[in-house]
């Protein structure tokens, strides 16, 4: 397409908002002759869909819940008054609680002030308040904030190591919905412990996040933790981040959670909009559908070209992934729907994986985001005419160009600036797109029943884990290998989990396994030295 029908074209299909200043570029994708016109009935359902769940409808059937996260920005819209009340009265509470930890009025147990934040949790309890931390934290932050986001033992060592003296003066906030997530589980039994080594009383630096009800709600109820905040079941993991979730740490850090959620609000309000061109989300996910072909035929690889936006790529993954990732239909039928989500940073990409979007394999299409502003204050010319921040758009715009000569179709999302407003939303933005696109290809967006099997294997595993263990102790004088375990144990069909779970035994002290090593390793044989 010649230079000047592209420009056409880009002022054609430009979304800018002024308000938001957030602008939707689709002009490099090449929608046929039609397609909007085609997709609009479906969009049309969608909207009306998307309407019944905003107004209280069942939309996860698998638990008989609501999806409510677009009422944690608008209370109002909240089909039950109590739960309005609930959600005004959460954010006033994280507030208050944030400003009496930084006014020193909540404290650490020898009254010093709290100078850190270590967030625990997994999936929605973590990618979102890392990715609000690293978008908009910084050296002005109220409090220095740490995550253990996984069940790594020498992770979370790592962190530790970083916090090192600061643990007597470190706040720590424990997210799990259930309170029996065991990767959180095991990083709070972690932290504690880090506590208890150090001679300080774990319960004095405490805050839950969780279900009422829950194993964890009762543990820190029953140890007088700091304080304990809400998940309410109609609030998906993935869309938690403007929960308590996301607040509660961002409120701690110091940002502005007011501003974000305003963000949110007011990118919620252009995307309830039932005219497809003036709404941003329906526009992106007209995008996924044409460029997927409706089936996830390609993945997404999102490029921002700024690097507190590194984060947003993981946190899209889950919500995008999570959500989409089905093996059937609303209507049972098998249809293996799904859209991969990878990326990195701009100008980073051009020196990892740009060769092959642009030269290589034609199974993507490309997110940009773009943000104006370079910094906080000038910059300096590193050379006439000049600053690092135009090279960096320089090169946003070169490889956009570059990717479109190859037939490589891409999106634009433009924001003016890194702020909590803008923040807000592009989470709101993402979250619609992925309900209206869900509604396009007839998935559930709102269950993961993948996920739970994927527990249940580890769970599995774990248990036979103390079989193996429990066999060894009983016979400390006798050596198995993975095989003769497994036969010993008349698990034969679980021949290879007994190896690896004894390999791993073995490379680890804490349960007295050692292995005698033989030429092949898995002839090496096991036994227990406890």
């Not at 869909?49 to 638990?63: C, F, I, Q, R, S």
């Not at 991969?340 to 985001?369: C, M, P, W």
Request: glycine share 10%; aromatic share 8%.
């Amino acid at each position: 397409m010649q230079t000047q029908q592209l420009w056409e074209r880009y002022k054609n299909r430009l979304y800018h908002d002024a308000e938001l200043e957030l602008s939707v570029d689709t002009s490099r994708i090449d929608f046929p002759e039609g397609f909007l016109e085609e997709m609009e009935p479906r969009l049309q359902q969608a909207y009306q869909e998307m309407e019944a769940l905003e107004k209280g409808a069942v939309a996860n059937p698998d638990e008989n819940r609501m999806v409510g996260h677009y009422w944690l920005r608008a209370p109002e819209l909240a089909p039950e008054a109590p739960l309005a009340e609930e959600i005004t009265s959460t954010l006033a509470a994280i507030k208050a609680f944030a400003s009496s930890v930084h006014g020193g009025n909540i404290a650490a147990p020898d009254g010093h002030r709290f100078t850190d934040l270590l967030i625990i949790g997994i999936g929605g309890s973590a990618l979102g308040p890392q990715f609000v931390a690293d978008s908009l934290g910084g050296p002005k932050d109220l409090l220095r904030i740490w995550f253990f986001d996984n069940t790594d033992p020498d992770g979370m060592d790592k962190v530790l190591s970083g916090i090192g003296t600061a643990l007597k003066q470190t706040l720590v906030v424990v997210i799990s919905k259930s309170g029996g997530t065991k990767e959180t589980r095991n990083g709070m039994l972690e932290a504690r412990q880090a506590f208890e080594r150090a001679g300080l009383h774990f319960a004095g630096h405490a805050v839950a996040v969780t279900g009422s009800g829950s194993e964890l709600d009762g543990t820190a109820s029953r140890e007088s933790w700091l304080g304990v905040f809400p998940m309410w079941d109609w609030v998906g993991g993935r869309t938690s981040v403007t929960s308590a979730v996301g607040l509660l740490p961002a409120a701690l850090q110091g940002i502005d959670v007011d501003r974000l959620l305003a963000g949110a609000r007011a990118c919620d309000q252009k995307t309830r909009c039932r005219v497809t061109r003036e709404n941003p989300a329906a526009l992106l996910a007209l995008s996924w559908f044409h460029a997927t072909q409706g089936k996830g035929a390609r993945d997404m690889v999102l490029l921002p070209y700024k690097d507190r936006l590194l984060l947003f790529s993981r946190y899209l993954q889950q919500l995008i992934m999570e959500s989409l990732g089905k093996g059937l239909d609303r209507d049972g039928k098998e249809v293996l729907q799904g859209i991969a989500v990878y990326g990195n940073k701009g100008s980073t990409d051009q020196h990892a994986y740009v060769q092959q979007l642009r030269e290589g394999v034609h199974n993507f299409f490309v997110t940009f985001i773009e943000v104006l502003k370079d910094r906080q204050g000038p910059s300096m010319k590193v050379e006439p005419g000049a600053t690092s921040g135009d090279y960096l758009s320089g090169f946003f715009q070169g490889t956009r160009s570059a990717l479109y000569e190859k037939g490589r179709e891409s999106v634009t999302i433009t924001v003016r600036e890194l702020s909590p407003e803008s923040v807000g939303a592009l989470i709101a933005l993402y979250e619609r797109a992925v309900g209206l696109y869900a509604l396009l290809i007839n998935v559930n967006a709102y269950h993961q029943p993948g996920v739970e099997a994927g527990k249940k294997a580890a769970g599995a595993v774990l248990k036979l884990q103390g079989e193996i263990l429990e066999m060894l102790r009983r016979q400390p004088n006798r050596e198995f290998t993975g095989e003769e375990m497994a036969l010993a144990l008349a698990r034969p069909e679980e021949v290879e989990t007994t190896f690896m779970i004894l390999r791993h035994l073995a490379a680890n002290g804490d349960h007295g396994v050692s292995v005698a090593v033989k030429d092949k390793i898995w002839e090496n044989k096991y036994r227990s030295i406890g």
